[in-house]
């Protein structure tokens, strides 16, 4: 489960990036937080993987207070989570399989289980066939997929996706946004960051509406 | 799971290694420089040491009698001598004889003593002292006693030779590990700097890593290990080239530099001595990745 209670963030006075949000995700929910661009959706974001501290307010996943994770232990929350971004944030000079079994090498998965997890995650993509490709040689939808194997492959309990569609035409987007359902059908809880409401509409889930870092509907609760 | 690891970030660092060249060239240079500074110092004073062990097992009295004293009183002297406690015996030199073994252990200067046209070679007494290492006070007691002959000129206890090339070799050992010091401390600075632009070239790699889960340790095991190997490979390039200046010394300057040649020598380092200098090597190569990635106090 994702908690905010209260949270503020700022960057820079005056302006709050962040302002008074408060919101429950529950375990295995399907999310969208939805805002034209500046309205705090990345940020919201960043926080929940500790990317930055939120200014004010607490914010608990599965149960643990993530403010008070100290920097150095800050790895266990990314273990527990995948991050998928808008510019994929691939290794460009590392194939389709070291970009997926990166996120199992860290944890220290021996071998013969990388494999295995990687070509399964690289299945569930439609991307088997292209794993000793360069990201290079792959289209805009096909890195996105690599970077949704890399965010699955070690069974995350949370799926975070900032923006996934935003560099992809409708098409693939929605070949994107079937990927979240079906991860989201197999138990985990995906928290998608888009500005495409139409996009949303059509997968449905719950929706967030943030609007100059306040959050206008589909809050705590 | 450690050696998996361990085998990830040698291959990690191998990757670096393989990727700016030229940073980690001049690193193992520098870092060779320094520590070859330190074994040939090193290497010096094994040499005087050697040298000041070898006098000191030989520690002897040499006293210088007048050339006209009659050969009754030179042994009467020779037998107060020999009663000394100190003693363990001694031996009276002819002129002939001393010039003789002058001309044997330096056949190069033989040229000098037939050029004078007369033996200046003294007669002598040379004691041989039971301990070498003994007091220094009782040795000068007996050479003040002895002295007292009307027929002894001069004595020389040649202990004291030693001392003062023990003492050189304390001063190389000392003037090594100051200057070798010095370039280590740059060698660090140096190591620190390639492993810095190498992070800042892997800033985004770094960044992904984080993003997915990288402990802080993964994250520096790879840069930790680059500066290892790269101080290993600099103090066995080290190690190697003071074994190539001892043998180079020796075949084409330790002749030109006659009797001096015995003294002024490299001695092999010793096989504790060698571990030592490539295992600085490496901590150097530790301390300079640290030092680099201390900054980086994100990773």
Redesign the interface.
Known sequence: MIELVHVWKQYQPPAWALADVSLVVQRGELGFITGPSGSGKSTLLKILYREVLPTHGRIRINDVDIIRIPDSKIYSLRRSMGVVFQNFRLLPRRRVFENVAVALRVLGTPARDLKRKVFIALRMVHLHHRIWDFPAELSYGEQQRVAIARAVVNNPSILLADEPTGNLDPDLAAEIMGLFREIHRQGTTVLVCTHDRDLVRRFGGRVFTLQEGKLRGGGAG | ?II??LR?AGSAALRNCRQSKTGHLVSLAVIALAFLTVGLFLSLANNFRARAAELGRNAAIVFYLRADLPPVEREAIARQIRAAPLVAGAEIFEAEDARNRFLNDFPGLADVVVSLGRNPFPVSIEAALKNAAAPAEAVQALIARIRENPGVEDAVFNRKAADRIRALGRLAEALGFGFGGLLVAASIVVISGVIKLNVLARR??I??????????S?LRGPYLLEGLLLGIAGGAAALALTALAERLFSSFVGDALGPLGEIIAFGSLTALQSLGLVAAGGLAGIAGSASALARFT?I
């Open positions: 799971m998996p690891r990830e985004d790699e960044e992904i890593l984080r993003l997915v889960g990288a402990s802080n993964y994100r």
